[in-house]
């Protein structure tokens, strides 16, 4: 969503780092660049005015100090200051002391409400709770139907009455108790615009209700519009929170940059999909180095935690350092890897990668020739790609509908993989070679979430951004054929 003004920041922050010394002149420069960028990402004129007075504020004091390098000062105010229009820290969610805490959704027509509301569901299925989703919704045809479809998928129970909505959220709240549900979303009614009648619908649902926290639910895409109405809800609901949905859009960004400065109140959690299971809660700190092309290693490896068991993670590693990892634990690698996300985002998380890398276009079909390469072999081959001759390799392209060349590169890249790690993992041995040679104990990985299962030197370390990039949980990949802006021919 921010990829535009990312490019713009990328580049007024690389023209920065450039200068050892700033004068206030160079300093007016960058502001108005800044400006211009913020102004292109739709985000709202007063905003923008607060957002670079402070920036400037902090880049005088830098250049006029003492410091070493007040390049990087002004550096770390854009990303303090982006942070802060973000909505400064994440959103700490709370439970109530007596069950169900209730969570009401509001938001216009057409702003993904109720799907925000099912994604929300899962999520606290995620965190150990029980919810039960409540359809207030009986303004729009199919609306219950729709939130009932969307339960059932993700195996959360839905209750509604039709008689009347500020009765049926009433009596979902009892129902929840009745079965034991800790938490209770209550899906109203979506608005076509800010009508009176229906917000004052809204607001006796809040009553009857008493939500622990109220969700307004604003489509990324529509720019400025959406502070607009964040401020008239917020001024009839007392918003706690805003829910971003299709942040996987091309919209410019400036809902998300606004909204926090207009109403006081934070985005809670982002929509990064269409699946229910793309959906986040909202990290600004982490946005913000994301906008900056600092990457986003934490919620990187959070995600990988989540797909990858730790125990197959450990296997999978060992099997790898000892050079048994075979072209069967590549495709169940790359099966768990497909459960992080889209791979176009896991892109934009990874520190170092180049512009052109992180706007490609790629998704679970780029994977589909290197998965289909691979079920094309034989079980002996997959165990042994040595084996794998000239006639084996015609084959295999045959079968995989890819050419002999795919085959060779994804067999010979594979191969120098194995060789690599191997060593590594002899390396890693007591008695075998250490850093410079010498017999003794090899370096071992460090301990910690962002190396966990993995072997010594995998993983990423976030203060060293121009580092290869082997996922977590991933124990190795090689170039990936056919995948837009991965493959290295």
Aim: aromatic share 4%.
């Amino acid at each position: 969503m921010f990829d535009n003004l990312s490019n713009r920041l990328e580049g007024i922050v690389k023209k920065i780092r450039g200068k050892g010394r700033l004068t206030e002149a160079d300093i007016d420069e960058v502001m108005k660049e800044i400006r211009t960028a913020l102004l292109e990402a739709d985000v709202n004129v007063a905003v923008v005015r607060t957002i670079t007075n402070r920036i400037r504020e902090a880049a005088i004091g830098a250049a006029r100090s003492s410091a070493l390098d007040p390049a990087q000062q002004v550096v770390k105010a854009v990303n303090d200051e982006l942070t802060r229009a973000l909505g400064g820290e994440t959103l700490s969610i709370t439970y109530a002391s007596k069950p169900p805490t209730v969570v009401l959704m509001a938001g216009l027509q057409g702003s993904g409400k109720t799907t925000a509301s099912a994604k929300l569901a899962s999520w606290f299925k995620t965190q150990g709770r029980q919810p039960l989703l409540v359809g207030a919704d009986l303004q729009r045809p199919a609306a219950v139907e729709q939130l009932r479809t969307l339960g059932g998928q993700i195996d959360v129970p839905v209750f509604s009455d039709p008689s009347d909505p500020i009765q049926a959220s009433a009596a979902g709240l009892e129902e929840a108790k009745r079965l034991g549900r800790d938490i209770v979303i209550v899906d109203t009614a979506g608005r076509l615009s800010i009508d009176a009648e229906m917000m004052e619908q809204v607001r006796q649902i809040s009553g009857a209700v008493d939500p622990d926290y109220t969700f307004l639910v604003i489509d990324a895409m529509t720019g400025q519009d959406a502070v607009q109405t964040a401020d008239a809800f917020h001024t009839t609901l007392q918003i706690d929170g805003v829910i971003m949905s299709k942040m996987d859009g091309d919209a410019r960004g400036g809902a998300a940059l606004s909204v926090k400065e207009v109403i006081g109140r934070p985005i809670a959690f982002a929509s990064t999909g269409e699946k229910l299971n793309e959906f986040e809660q909202f990290h600004p700190d982490r946005m913000a180095s994301r906008i900056l092309g600092m990457g986003d290693m934490l919620t990187l490896i959070e995600q990988a935690e989540q797909a990858f068991e730790a125990d197959e993670a450990e296997e999978a590693a060992a099997k790898l350092m000892g050079g048994q990892f075979t072209l069967d634990d590549f495709l169940d690698q790359m099966q768990q890897l497909k459960k992080m996300g889209p791979l176009g985002n896991l892109m934009g998380m990874m520190p170092g990668v180049p512009k052109e890398m992180k706007g490609a276009k790629i998704d679970d079909d780029d994977l589909k020739p290197i998965e289909a390469i691979i079920r094309s072999m034989t079980l002996e081959e997959r165990a042994q790609p040595v084996i794998i001759n000239g006639s084996r390799r015609s084959r295999i392209a045959a079968g995989s509908g890819t050419q002999v060349g795919d085959v060779n590169r994804l067999v010979k890249q594979f191969g120098e993989m194995q060789k690599m790690m191997k060593k590594m993992g002899m390396a890693g041995k007591p008695g075998g070679k250490g850093k410079k040679g010498k017999k003794g104990k090899g370096r071992k990985g460090k301990k910690g979430p962002a190396n966990r299962g993995l072997p010594p030197g995998a993983g990423f370390d976030p203060t060293n951004p121009g580092q290869g990039m082997d996922l977590p949980g991933l124990p190795g990949m090689p170039n990936m054929p056919g995948v837009p802006g991965i493959h290295n021919p």
